[in-house]
Nanobody
Framework: QVQLVVSGGGLVQAGGSLRLSCAASGIIFSINRMGWYRQAPGKQRELVAAITSGGALTNYADSVKGRFTISRDNVRKRVYLQMNGLKPEDTAVYYC?????????WGQGTQVTVSS
């Protein structure tokens, strides 16, 4: 059974930082491209950042470039999202999944709320 368990969300003031962590089990983590996604109220889920299987290449949504950093640890089977300079518009539920995502791999995500 595949599990992608996300942690690290919370409430933070604008300009603050959070680090999200996603722990994977049930998959061969090191061969999969991984992504961080978010869904704000009333909006579609969107890809925020992605990283190749070995971690050499990353890409980001324009809205988070220069503020968010995705990384991974293939030994620990974890993928991380360091979020700096948070803005109220970053408020959303954040998820990790493969890139492209598998519908049956969505977990519960973690809430990130940025106050102004």
């Amino acid at each position: 059974q595949v599990q992608l368990v996300v942690s690290g969300g919370g409430l933070v003031q604008a300009g603050g930082s959070l680090r999200l962590s996603c722990a994977a089990s049930g998959i061969i983590f090191s061969i999969n491209r991984m992504g961080w996604y978010r869904q704000a109220p009333g909006k579609q889920r969107e890809l925020v950042a992605a990283i190749t299987s070995g971690g050499a290449l990353t890409n980001y949504a324009d809205s988070v470039k220069g503020r968010f950093t995705i990384s991974r640890d293939n030994v620990r089977k974890r993928v991380y999202l360091q979020m700096n300079g948070l803005k109220p518009e970053d408020t959303a539920v954040y998820y990790c999944n493969l890139d492209p995502p598998r519908y049956d791999y969505w977990g519960q995500g973690t809430q990130v709320t940025v106050s102004s």
